[in-house]
């Protein structure tokens, strides 16, 4: 009956805004502070202000040089663009492979003399020469690549060098030539290299965009790329990686060597002539484009599109400079200051920027908690006894912080650990423990499938189901990216509790969108609402979030009606209703408010009603920590976190409550010898299963009879007629 | 010092009267397990013991209105019951001299029977420490002539400075004011001319002359904890109680005004984020991350909320020896120290109510 009811929730629409529980100003939801972290750390942000900046300059001298805008103007300025474009792009390569190439310039002069004296000293037809001259680039390149890569000698001076020697060789093939040089020759390849056009576009850039585009996609989306990029940030942890880090630095000098020649061709078939000086002086405006296009003269950060802005950044300026009549001395001058420039910003940028992204991270949000109930007090339900002292402990001192646990058909205990495992205790004899799977995560909250299989949230990875042979499977561990948030936040960070609703979807809390169950402090401190709610349909594997805005949304358990589920929320002391279906479906009702402790799992009790346990419980100065966001955001910044003010953790209990919120009876130990904080418990034969988040075992406590009810509340609500193949028939 | 003077001096030498990192424990305050491993003397229930004295080879603790004379054998007489609560003891030439809240300076008998010394309305209330001069003048410490003796933390959360050393002339019984505008003075101990006095909210300890008691030298500044009474070795080295450790959240809190005033407002005292002198109810009882029981264990280095601690001195001011109890264990907030005989020292740890005795160390 149950089934068919809920077998339509497959469109649930927009998730429920739990962000009114919270009981602050609907400004309070935006956190400026914490905008500009999120923006701070994306990746793109990197680049962003140098060339941000980069374009304004250009912008400035374009609007104060207007005649740079005309067409004979614009044109040269987009060749420029391109022949200087093919060396910002080799120098991008070097750059982000950690090395540095200064003999870029002089591989232009000889590929351009070499490719001249071919073409009319020579004869050579066009396409050979062509192949001939890359090959030469590539050669020249190979050499620095050579003794940089394998030899191990420095880039800066080594390139330096090799720039001089090829500036020689250079001049020596120029003086031996010249004479040949003046011979006419015409070619309609070679016209059309130099002054041709396509679509409209002069031939260097329609060849430089492709190179663009390609060398962007290489350096961005390509394992060599990659590796380029793992190189120069770190070598050594490149090696340790497996990275083949020689190759890689061989092969960008190889690859600026063709880059480079390339210009040189063209250079050469646009002016027709050739000096010993071609090419002298581009190693400082290629360098300067690409430090003003963001990429870091310290290795393994830039992109080559980002390049390509500074380039035309540059040849703006070159352009507008000319036009003003300026000395070309100027002109370099003007490109080397704004080359130093640059890259002391891309060094204090590099710098600060994370920085401050951290420092803005964490943004308190002040919280007004209601009146706090004195658990000491004699006449209070909550009254601190010493029941749970008697529980009998399972897999004492091998068990390493359990926070949830799960009892199958045949009375067999499967529980977490911190170290990524599962336990599994016999029935018969508890000291038989074993590993029975290994998450690889943080274990927190358990429960049965339909089928019999273990479900397990596990912090840092998702929602894993566990069949009977121990495997271990991830099911759930990303859900669509919130459209209006900077912040990522497909993830699913820190999965904490989770039930089985009566169609078989499975309904799990996500405590923090933004951190995971490791730095859970950091939530401890913020109190935002950063949890969310989710249901994994198993028809269709999907993933969608059904709570948004929710403050520490932990334990999470299907009502006895099979129509609603029970979210606890740890940050504002409550438990709330969210009809699942029914009427009401999609509704958020209040169950328990203002508890005196912080709220972790919820399950069912064998009489109709529920158990939860707190993971601590409130105190005055945690209260007041909570009303003061200056307090808390101090804390954060001037103390280590061991110093940090929170909820007392070190004690807490297990309360019954009904359907309609009222607390029925509480469970303590007062020696806090044995169990200080509770996190789970889940009812078996008579039995409560305690279960602790610090704690050394799992306590096996025998309830009162009067405590005791007829319901399996290892069954999900609604299902009780498939009690043949239900909970853990196979394991 | 005036506020203005002292925001100049703290802008111009940052750190020079208040420093905001709090030393280690480390050199001659090396954390042990020394107090928790002492022979427990005598316990009391009532966690109240507050200061002892040794007078005609007995020992005589104060333990709320009472005074009592405590044995080896764990056996506690009360030799007297006062009107008021005794906040400090001294061996006065074969009696007890006792400061009692609301009543001013009694003379006890070891054998029975007191009478009222001194009423002057000066040290009625607040006197933290007494120590007799050498022509038997007593010179004492009033906490705060406002907070009362009992009211370190109230004093602690306000910046109260009204603290003053006193003395008062034995022949006449006329008090004489020696300093004003001290943060809470909580020890002194007297030598010939010489005393010791030691500055709570300060966290330090000044030497001077009864001749000159304005002018002091700093003997130990930046204490890592709020030192308590002073009590002289024979060669020249001192022992001094150190009841409470400083906690960087208490630091934090203290500067946050805003938070400070709604704590004191709304906050029951004893649950306040201030150092207490042992565990009162920890199910109410702030709680740091680093407090946390994991495992079943408190780590011995958590941030401690209460700590027992006693350092020795030598004539140079070192801190050569001291003894601990670490936030695992309960023999904390020492007050009061005596020294029976040769390297034994008998310690009041007010926290566990317990009063232990070890041998100093010497090397």
Same mark, same amino acid.
């Given at each position: 009956?149950?089934?068919?009811?809920?077998?339509?929730?497959?469109?649930?629409?927009?998730?429920?805004?739990?962000?009114?529980?919270?009981?602050?100003?609907?400004?309070?939801?935006?956190?400026?502070?914490?905008?500009?972290?999120?923006?701070?750390?994306?990746?793109?942000?990197?680049?962003?202000?140098?060339?941000?900046?980069?374009?304004?300059?250009?912008?400035?001298?374009?609007?104060?040089?207007?005649?740079?805008?005309?067409?004979?103007?614009?044109?040269?300025?987009?060749?420029?663009?391109?022949?200087?474009?093919?060396?910002?792009?080799?120098?991008?390569?070097?750059?982000?492979?950690?090395?540095?190439?200064?003999?870029?310039?002089?591989?232009?002069?000889?590929?351009?003399?070499?490719?001249?004296?071919?073409?009319?000293?020579?004869?050579?037809?066009?396409?050979?020469?062509?192949?001939?001259?890359?090959?030469?680039?590539?050669?020249?390149?190979?050499?620095?690549?050579?003794?940089?890569?394998?030899?191990?000698?420095?880039?800066?001076?080594?390139?330096?060098?090799?720039?001089?020697?090829?500036?020689?060789?250079?001049?020596?093939?120029?003086?031996?030539?010249?004479?040949?040089?003046?011979?006419?020759?015409?070619?309609?390849?070679?016209?059309?290299?130099?002054?041709?056009?396509?679509?409209?576009?002069?031939?260097?850039?329609?060849?430089?965009?492709?190179?663009?585009?390609?060398?962007?996609?290489?350096?961005?989306?390509?394992?060599?790329?990659?590796?380029?990029?793992?190189?120069?940030?770190?070598?050594?942890?490149?090696?340790?990686?497996?990275?083949?880090?020689?190759?890689?630095?061989?092969?960008?000098?190889?690859?600026?060597?063709?880059?480079?020649?390339?210009?040189?061709?063209?250079?050469?078939?646009?002016?027709?002539?050739?000096?010993?000086?071609?090419?002298?002086?581009?190693?400082?405006?290629?360098?300067?484009?690409?430090?003003?296009?963001?990429?870091?003269?310290?290795?393994?950060?830039?992109?080559?599109?980002?390049?390509?802005?500074?380039?035309?950044?540059?040849?703006?300026?070159?352009?507008?400079?000319?036009?003003?009549?300026?000395?070309?001395?100027?002109?370099?001058?003007?490109?080397?200051?704004?080359?130093?420039?640059?890259?002391?910003?891309?060094?204090?940028?590099?710098?600060?920027?994370?920085?401050?992204?951290?420092?803005?991270?964490?943004?308190?949000?002040?919280?007004?908690?209601?009146?706090?109930?004195?658990?000491?007090?004699?006449?209070?339900?909550?009254?601190?006894?010493?029941?749970?002292?008697?529980?009998?402990?399972?897999?004492?001192?091998?068990?390493?912080?359990?926070?949830?646990?799960?009892?199958?058909?045949?009375?067999?205990?499967?529980?977490?650990?911190?170290?990524?495992?599962?336990?599994?205790?016999?029935?018969?004899?508890?000291?038989?423990?074993?590993?029975?799977?290994?998450?690889?995560?943080?274990?927190?909250?358990?429960?049965?499938?339909?089928?019999?299989?273990?479900?397990?949230?596990?912090?840092?990875? =998702?929602?894993?189901?566990?069949?009977?042979? &121990?495997?271990? /499977? %991830? #099911?759930?561990?990303?859900?669509? @990216?919130? $459209? *209006?948030?900077?912040?990522?936040?497909?993830?699913?960070?820190?999965?904490?509790?989770?039930?089985?609703?009566?169609?078989?979807?499975?309904?799990?809390?996500?405590?923090?969108?933004?951190?995971?169950?490791?730095?859970?402090?950091?939530?401890?401190?913020?109190?935002?609402?950063?949890?969310?709610?989710?249901?994994?349909?198993?028809?269709?594997?999907?993933?969608?979030?059904?709570?948004?805005?929710?403050?520490?949304?932990?334990?999470?358990?299907?009502?006895?009606?099979?129509?609603?589920?029970?979210?606890?929320?740890?940050?504002?002391?409550?438990?709330?209703?969210?009809?699942?279906?029914?009427?009401?479906?999609?509704?958020?009702?209040?169950?328990?408010?203002?508890?005196?402790?912080?709220?972790?799992?919820?399950?069912?009790?064998?009489? =109709?009603?529920?158990?939860?346990?707190?993971? &601590?419980?409130? /105190? %005055? #100065?945690?209260?007041?920590?909570? @009303?003061? $966001? *200056?307090?808390?955001?101090?804390?954060?910044?001037?103390?280590?976190?061991?110093?940090?003010?929170?909820?007392?953790?070190?004690?807490?209990?297990?309360?019954?409550?009904?359907?309609?919120?009222?607390?029925?009876?509480?469970?303590?130990?007062?020696?806090?010898?044995?169990?200080?904080?509770?996190?789970?418990?889940?009812?078996?034969?008579?039995?409560?299963?305690?279960?602790?988040?610090?704690?050394?075992?799992?306590?096996?406590?025998?309830?009162?009879?009067?405590?005791?009810?007829?319901?399996?509340?290892?069954?999900?609500?609604?299902?009780?007629?498939?009690?043949?193949?239900?909970?853990?028939?196979?394991? | 010092?005036?506020?203005?003077?002292?925001?100049?001096?703290?802008?111009?030498?940052?750190?020079?009267?208040?420093?905001?990192?709090?030393?280690?424990?480390?050199?001659?305050?090396?954390?042990?397990?020394?107090?928790?491993?002492?022979?427990?003397?005598?316990?009391?229930?009532?966690?109240?013991?507050?200061?002892?004295?040794?007078?005609?080879?007995?020992?005589?603790?104060?333990?709320?209105?009472?005074?009592?004379?405590?044995?080896?054998?764990?056996?506690?007489?009360?030799?007297?019951?006062?009107?008021?609560?005794?906040?400090?003891?001294?061996?006065?030439?074969?009696?007890?001299?006792?400061?009692?809240?609301?009543?001013?300076?009694?003379?006890?008998?070891?054998?029975?029977?007191?009478?009222?010394?001194?009423?002057?309305?000066?040290?009625?209330?607040?006197?933290?420490?007494?120590?007799?001069?050498?022509?038997?003048?007593?010179?004492?410490?009033?906490?705060?002539?406002?907070?009362?003796?009992?009211?370190?933390?109230?004093?602690?959360?306000?910046?109260?400075?009204?603290?003053?050393?006193?003395?008062?002339?034995?022949?006449?019984?006329?008090?004489?004011?020696?300093?004003?505008?001290?943060?809470?003075?909580?020890?002194?101990?007297?030598?010939?001319?010489?005393?010791?006095?030691?500055?709570?909210?300060?966290?330090?300890?000044?030497?001077?002359?009864?001749?000159?008691?304005?002018?002091?030298?700093?003997?130990?500044?930046?204490?890592?904890?709020?030192?308590?009474?002073?009590?002289?070795?024979?060669?020249?080295?001192?022992?001094?109680?150190?009841?409470?450790?400083?906690?960087?959240?208490?630091?934090?809190?203290?500067?946050?005004?805003?938070?400070?005033?709604?704590?004191?407002?709304?906050?029951?005292?004893?649950?306040?984020?201030?150092?207490?002198?042992?565990?009162?109810?920890?199910?109410?009882?702030?709680?740091?991350?680093?407090?946390?029981?994991?495992?079943?264990?408190?780590?011995?280095?958590?941030?401690?909320?209460?700590?027992?601690?006693?350092?020795?001195?030598?004539?140079?001011?070192?801190?050569?020896?001291?003894?601990?109890?670490?936030?695992?264990?309960?023999?904390?907030?020492?007050?009061?120290?005596?020294?029976?005989?040769?390297?034994?020292?008998?310690?009041?740890?007010?926290?566990?109510?317990?009063?232990?005795?070890?041998?100093?160390?010497?090397?």
């Amino acid at each position: 009956m149950a089934q068919s009811k809920t077998a339509g929730l497959g469109k649930w629409g927009r998730p429920v805004d739990a962000f009114g529980l919270t009981g602050r100003p609907t400004l309070a939801r935006f956190s400026p502070m914490r905008t500009v972290s999120d923006v701070l750390s994306k990746q793109w942000m990197e680049g962003a202000v140098p060339v941000f900046l980069a374009v304004v300059i250009s912008l400035g001298f374009a609007l104060s040089t207007p005649e740079i805008l005309q067409s004979g103007d614009r044109d040269l300025i987009l060749r420029n663009f391109a022949e200087l474009g093919f060396l910002a792009v080799a120098l991008t390569i070097v750059l982000v492979g950690g090395g540095i190439d200064l003999s870029v310039g002089s591989i232009v002069g000889m590929s351009s003399i070499s490719s001249l004296v071919m073409f009319r000293a020579y004869d050579w037809p066009v396409p050979v020469i062509l192949v001939v001259v890359v090959i030469l680039g590539a050669a020249f390149g190979a050499i620095n690549g050579f003794l940089i890569a394998v030899v191990k000698t420095r880039p800066f001076i080594t390139t330096l060098v090799t720039a001089v020697a090829l500036r020689a060789v250079v001049t020596v093939v120029q003086t031996h030539n010249a004479p040949d040089l003046v011979m006419p020759r015409t070619d309609s390849i070679w016209t059309f290299l130099g002054n041709g056009t396509v679509a409209g576009m002069h031939t260097s850039v329609a060849i430089f965009i492709p190179v663009v585009i390609i060398a962007h996609i290489g350096m961005s989306r390509v394992r060599w790329g990659w590796w380029t990029v793992a190189v120069g940030s770190d070598r050594r942890s490149a090696r340790r990686n497996g990275v083949p880090t020689t190759r890689v630095t061989f092969a960008t000098y190889v690859a600026s060597g063709v880059l480079c020649s390339i210009a040189g061709v063209l250079l050469a078939a646009r002016q027709g002539s050739t000096s010993a000086l071609t090419g002298d002086g581009f190693e400082i405006a290629a360098l300067t484009a690409v430090v003003l296009g963001g990429v870091s003269l310290t290795g393994g950060r830039g992109s080559v599109a980002r390049a390509a802005v500074g380039v035309m950044v540059v040849a703006i300026i070159q352009q507008a400079l000319i036009r003003r009549g300026a000395e070309s001395a100027w002109s370099t001058f003007i490109l080397a200051a704004a080359l130093l420039s640059f890259s002391v910003l891309d060094l204090k940028w590099g710098k600060y920027r994370t920085r401050i992204a951290d420092k803005l991270e964490v943004d308190p949000l002040r919280l007004e908690p209601g009146p706090l109930l004195d658990v000491t007090d004699e006449n209070s339900i909550w009254r601190v006894n010493n029941h749970l002292t008697t529980a009998e402990p399972i897999g004492l001192g091998r068990i390493e912080g359990a926070e949830d646990c799960a009892v199958d058909h045949d009375g067999n205990l499967y529980c977490g650990d911190r170290r990524g495992w599962i336990w599994r205790f016999d029935a018969g004899d508890t000291t038989r423990g074993q590993i029975f799977a290994r998450t690889g995560g943080s274990p927190l909250g358990h429960a049965w499938d339909l089928n019999g299989d273990l479900l397990v949230c596990v912090g840092g990875i =998702g929602l894993c189901r566990i069949t009977p042979d &121990g495997t271990s /499977t %991830p #099911i759930a561990v990303q859900t669509r @990216r919130s $459209r *209006n948030k900077i912040f990522d936040d497909s993830a699913i960070r820190f999965a904490d509790d989770l039930d089985v609703g009566p169609d078989g979807a499975i309904y799990f809390s996500d405590a923090s969108s933004r951190i995971d169950s490791a730095s859970y402090h950091v939530e401890m401190a913020e109190f935002r609402p950063n949890g969310r709610v989710f249901r994994y349909d198993p028809s269709n594997g999907s993933v969608e979030q059904i709570v948004k805005n929710h403050l520490m949304a932990n334990g999470i358990t299907t009502a006895h009606d099979g129509q609603s589920i029970l979210i606890a929320s740890s940050g504002l002391f409550r438990v709330d209703r969210l009809w699942i279906s029914g009427p009401k479906q999609g509704q958020l009702e209040p169950v328990l408010e203002n508890l005196p402790g912080l709220p972790d799992n919820i399950n069912r009790a064998s009489d =109709g009603n529920y158990w939860m346990s707190f993971v &601590g419980m409130r /105190t %005055p #100065i945690s209260d007041l920590f909570l @009303r003061h $966001r *200056n307090l808390r955001l101090r804390m954060t910044k001037e103390l280590p976190v061991d110093d940090w003010i929170v909820p007392q953790w070190n004690v807490s209990c297990v309360v019954k409550f009904t359907d309609d919120g009222m607390i029925l009876s509480s469970y303590w130990d007062g020696t806090l010898e044995r169990h200080p904080m509770v996190t789970s418990m889940k009812e078996f034969d008579g039995h409560l299963y305690i279960a602790g988040l610090q704690n050394n075992r799992i306590g096996r406590y025998k309830l009162p009879e009067h405590e005791i009810g007829t319901l399996d509340p290892m069954l999900t609500p609604g299902r009780l007629a498939d009690r043949g193949h239900a909970v853990g028939s196979q394991a | 010092m005036s506020r203005l003077v002292r925001s100049l001096v703290e802008f111009i030498r940052p750190g020079t009267l208040h420093s905001p990192s709090i030393p280690p424990l480390e050199a001659g305050l090396r954390p042990n397990t020394r107090l928790e491993t002492a022979a427990v003397l005598a316990r009391s229930e009532r966690h109240c013991l507050d200061d002892i004295v040794l007078a005609e080879g007995r020992l005589f603790v104060s333990a709320g209105t009472t005074v009592l004379e405590v044995q080896d054998d764990d056996t506690q007489y009360a030799i007297a019951e006062l009107s008021g609560d005794v906040t400090a003891l001294a061996a006065a030439n074969g009696r007890i001299m006792a400061a009692v809240d609301g009543v001013g300076l009694v003379a006890i008998n070891p054998s029975g029977g007191f009478e009222t010394w001194c009423s002057d309305p000066l040290v009625r209330r607040g006197v933290t420490a007494i120590a007799l001069a050498t022509d038997d003048a007593p010179v004492l410490t009033i906490g705060s002539t406002s907070a009362g003796a009992d009211g370190w933390t109230r004093s602690l959360v306000s910046d109260d400075r009204s603290g003053l050393l006193l003395r008062v002339d034995p022949s006449t019984g006329k008090v004489e004011t020696l300093d004003t505008g001290l943060a809470w003075p909580s020890g002194v101990t007297v030598a010939g001319e010489e005393f010791l006095i030691s500055l709570s909210h300060d966290h330090r300890i000044e030497r001077g002359t009864l001749a000159q008691p304005r002018r002091r030298s700093v003997l130990r500044a930046n204490l890592p904890g709020y030192p308590g009474r002073i009590v002289a070795l024979d060669d020249g080295g001192w022992w001094v109680a150190v009841p409470y450790l400083r906690n960087r959240a208490t630091e934090l809190i203290l500067t946050e005004t805003e938070a400070l005033a709604d704590m004191v407002r709304s906050v029951p005292e004893e649950l306040w984020l201030t150092p207490t002198h042992g565990v009162t109810n920890v199910y109410r009882e702030p709680l740091q991350v680093g407090q946390l029981r994991v495992m079943g264990i408190v780590k011995p280095w958590a941030p401690p909320r209460s700590y027992g601690l006693a350092f020795r001195l030598d004539a140079d001011g070192l801190i050569v020896e001291s003894v601990h109890s670490r936030p695992d264990g309960d023999v904390h907030g020492v007050t009061g120290i005596a020294l029976p005989g040769r390297s034994t020292l008998v310690l009041v740890a007010r926290g566990s109510g317990k009063i232990v005795t070890l041998e100093e160390h010497h090397d």
